[in-house]
Each structure stands twice: as structure tokens, then as C-alpha cells.
């Protein structure tokens, strides 16, 4: 294994279409979660890095992919560090009420892809995963974890600049 592939980390980008807006309360019970559920990744054993807006706690008032779309960007050390949190934390809460809040996608709302430790994804190469994974299917440039690679079968793949990651 290579020095590159060694030092790799998992991006991570989810879209959710909101149903109401963030200020109405019928969405209220999800922004409730968020402070907490935020909280729980950063302190997630091999969380790295997660998107906010500057001077907020969160990225919700963010809408690169639409007036009615949030998004989750984050970075993991590994799979089962994301698929932990994931499926096994507070955060399975939120997942199970979903659709109280959030349109059901027909198309990929989840996308994976591998970057060289120290590399933070912008919000638009986090986009054009997703529209990569959507246009072609999984491959080890965009993936889920249903169909996921590791980091030597996307190492083609990796960004050549690592993006420092800013200090607290």
C-alpha cells in the first residue's frame, strides 16, 4: 500500500430536499436534533471534518444544490467510522424520521469518494461527485456504501493537492 492510500479519508455528501421550510414547525423536531447530532459527530471516534457555514454551528442555511436543499458534507477517517455514526449513534433517530422532513430522492442523495488526508472538499467537487454518481453509477471516483472502494481502487481518483485543514 502506498503512502497516499495510507493517508486517505472519506468524504461524504448527502442532499435532502426539505418538505417546509426550517422555520416552520413541522420541521421544528429536526432542527431540535441538530445541536445535539452535530455534537455527536464531532466527538465521533475518526470524524475529521464536517462543513458550517461561517459563524454558524451548522451548514443548513447553505443551498448550493437548491432554495430547498440542505447538505451534509463530511470527512471520516474510515467506512466504519461514517457507518457507525451512521447507523449506530443518536443519528439513527434522525434517519428513522426522515420523512417527516425530507422528500423521498429519486435519484442518488448519498455520495462517497476517497481524499488525501488533510484535503477538505468544497461544497461544488462535493456536487460534481454526486452528479458523477448520478450520470454513471458507482465507480471508485463516487460511490455509497452499498457499492463502496477502498482507498487503493480510487487512489487514481484522489485530489493532488491536499487542502490543509484550518486550526481551532
Do not use: C, K
Amino acid at each position: 500500500m502506498t503512502a497516499s492510500v495510507r493517508a486517505a479519508h472519506l468524504a461524504q455528501l448527502n442532499v435532502a430536499t426539505l418538505l417546509h421550510p426550517l422555520d416552520d414547525p413541522r420541521t421544528a423536531p429536526f432542527v431540535e436534533m441538530l445541536g445535539p447530532v452535530n455534537a455527536a459527530a464531532d466527538g465521533a471516534p475518526g470524524f475529521v471534518w464536517r462543513l458550517v457555514e461561517d459563524g454558524a454551528a451548522d451548514a443548513t442555511a447553505l443551498r448550493p444544490a437548491g432554495d430547498d436543499v440542505i447538505v451534509n458534507l463530511t470527512v471520516w477517517e474510515t467506512p466504519a467510522a461514517l457507518w457507525d455514526f451512521t447507523y449506530r449513534s443518536g443519528h439513527l433517530e434522525a434517519m428513522r424520521r426522515r420523512r417527516e422532513w425530507f422528500a423521498r430522492h429519486v435519484e442518488a442523495h448519498l455520495v462517497l469518494w476517497w481524499v488525501p488526508a488533510g484535503h477538505l472538499p468544497t461544497v461544488g467537487e462535493a456536487l460534481e461527485r454526486l452528479a458523477d454518481l448520478r450520470a454513471n453509477g458507482p465507480s471508485p471516483r463516487a460511490f455509497t456504501f452499498a457499492s463502496s472502494y477502498t482507498a487503493a481502487e480510487a487512489a487514481q481518483h484522489l485530489p493532488t493537492e491536499p487542502q490543509a485543514q484550518p486550526t481551532p
